[in-house]
């Protein structure tokens, strides 16, 4: 049995299609629907029992055989002010399933975010020291209080302990994230309404409007990479993942556009000023270290995954185009 946390989310659910698709279906889903839609992103998957999220730890005992929880569910918006709700629900709720893997000696593979590397003034290479990273929200910080936790733990490991600083992640089952949700998606609605996709304008003179730059990584690599860990149980640490390159906003956008093949319309407006002092305008995952384990597989160029994501997904998910 594995288990998935944030299963009904975006790279939780996609990771139990990718689960599904080499014949696993021993799979519990664990998640926090509420009233909102993501009970969609299940409905093509098997798995065997849905669990919300606050009766898992309660529940975890009576389970038998678990080989390892992926730990996917979290709260991600970078804009989320309750940092009491941050702690709690990203920090000591992440600890809990630890515990349980250490005692169990299973596998454990959770989210950590490249929103710890703050401003990146410090480069983005996961062999640096850990405790020198200044995130910008408090999301990234609780992402990083975990991971420090990691780091100075001295007794209680699980049997594979992984942790994943995912960068600008696309892909489908996206859909029900509202404004932290791609700008992939954001931009085929937009050419869908308008015929036109808005980009903030830059307000930092090294770089023009558009080109912001971001590592972006498609979900369906970020799932290889978590498969790959779990065929591979002697492999721990602290991972980046992304393509290794950096590409801007504008050209994220005109890939859009191209694969629906239409010439790219862009409209520059402005930024909003909460959002000038914490915005980022470059990231680039080092991969060296990942690639140091044994990892195989090289990572999809952004035109080939934004045009799968839109051809095969966005395209015939939301057909009113």
């Known amino acids: 049995m594995i288990i998935v946390t944030g299963g009904a989310g975006f790279?939780?659910?996609?990771?139990?299609?990718?689960?599904?698709?080499?014949?696993?279906?021993?799979?519990?889903?664990?998640?926090?629907?509420?009233e909102t839609d993501k009970w969609m992103n299940m409905r093509n998957k098997r798995y065997i029992d849905y669990?919300?999220?606050?009766?898992?730890?309660?529940?975890?005992?009576?389970?038998?055989?678990?080989?390892?929880?992926i730990h996917m569910g979290a709260q991600s918006a970078t804009t989320e002010r309750n940092f009491d709700y941050l702690w709690e629900n990203n920090l000591e709720y992440t600890k809990a399933l630890w515990r349980y893997c250490a005692k169990k000696q299973i596998s454990f593979i959770y989210a950590s975010s490249a929103a710890t590397y703050g401003d990146?003034?410090?480069?983005?290479?996961?062999?640096?020291?850990?405790?020198?990273?200044?995130?910008?929200?408090?999301y990234g910080y609780s992402k990083q209080l975990f991971d420090q936790w990691v780091k100075h733990q001295s007794q209680e490991f699980p049997a594979q302990f992984v942790g994943l600083k995912f960068f600008n992640v696309y892909g489908p089952n996206e859909?029900?994230?509202?404004?932290?949700?791609?700008?992939?998606?954001?931009?085929?609605?937009?050419?869908?309404?308008?015929?036109?996709?808005?980009?903030?304008?830059s307000c930092n003179p090294n770089y023009a409007d558009g080109g912001q730059l971001r590592d972006f990584v498609y979900?369906?690599?970020?799932?290889?990479?978590?498969?790959?860990?779990?065929?591979?149980?002697?492999?721990?640490?602290?991972?980046?993942?992304?393509?290794?390159?950096?590409?801007?906003?504008?050209?994220?956008?005109?890939?859009?556009?191209?694969?629906?093949?239409?010439?790219?319309?862009i409209d520059y407006i402005d930024m909003p000023e909460k959002l000038r002092n914490k915005y980022q305008y470059y990231t680039k995952a080092e991969m060296d270290k990942l690639y140091a384990t044994g990892y195989p597989y090289h990572f999809v160029d952004l035109e080939t995954g934004v045009c799968d994501y839109v051809q095969n997904h966005l395209v015939k998910d939301f057909l009113i185009y």
């Not at 730890?57 to 080989?67: R, S, T, Y």
């Not at 970020?222 to 498969?227: A, G, L, T």
């Open 51 to 69: 669990v919300h999220k606050s009766k898992l730890l309660h529940k975890l005992p009576a389970f038998q055989n678990v080989e390892a929880i």
């Open 219 to 265: 979900v369906k690599d970020i799932c290889s990479v978590i498969m790959w860990l779990l065929q591979h149980r002697d492999v721990s640490g602290l991972f980046n993942v992304g393509t290794g390159r950096a590409q801007s906003f504008a050209e994220l956008v005109t890939a859009t556009f191209h694969a629906l093949h239409l010439e790219p319309q």
């Open 175 to 201: 859909y029900f994230k509202g404004s932290m949700a791609s700008m992939i998606f954001h931009g085929f609605r937009q050419i869908q309404e308008t015929g036109k996709v808005k980009l903030y304008k």
């Open 120 to 138: 990146g003034s410090l480069g983005f290479d996961d062999n640096m020291d850990i405790d020198q990273l200044r995130p910008l929200n408090g």
């Open 11 to 34: 790279i939780g659910s996609c990771m139990v299609r990718t689960l599904n698709d080499v014949g696993y279906n021993d799979i519990i889903i664990v998640d926090n629907i509420s």
